[in-house]
């Protein structure tokens, strides 16, 4: 399974991104994807993340209310619509697949596929 993130960019406090995580190859073994986020000297941190199916939608507190994640079958893409965006928001911004095993779909170690990262700048 491939993975291509796009939609970062530099944006100022209050304004909106589209990521974008489009996935190929054998994408039918896996059930979840996700994003992620990582800040400088930080550790990488959940932000949200759906089932394929789309039954299910997963977000950390920090962004809930702000961010929509969502997912295009037919397209085999997810998508992270970011709103209010704010300077904490700021952070390379990773997808990422896993098949299915019984992990927290928070944990890093619940995927098996990593996209390449998008840095999302946010300016005050």
């Known amino acids: 399974v491939q993975l291509q993130a796009s939609g970062g960019g530099l944006v100022q406090a209050g304004g909106s991104l589209r990521l974008s995580c489009a996935a190929s190859?054998?994408?039918?073994?896996?059930?979840?994807v996700g994003w992620f986020r990582q800040a400088p000297g930080k550790e990488r941190e959940f932000v949200s993340a759906v089932t394929w199916d789309a039954g299910s939608a997963f977000y950390a507190d920090s962004v809930k209310g702000r961010f929509t994640i969502s997912g295009d079958n037919a397209k085999n893409t997810v998508y992270l619509q970011m709103n209010s965006l704010q300077p904490e928001d700021t952070a390379v911004y990773y997808c990422a697949a896993g098949r299915p095993r019984g992990l927290m779909w928070s944990h890093v170690s619940r995927y098996d596929y990593w996209g390449q990262g998008t840095q999302v700048t946010v300016s005050s």
């Open positions: 190859g054998r994408t039918v073994s896996t059930n979840i």
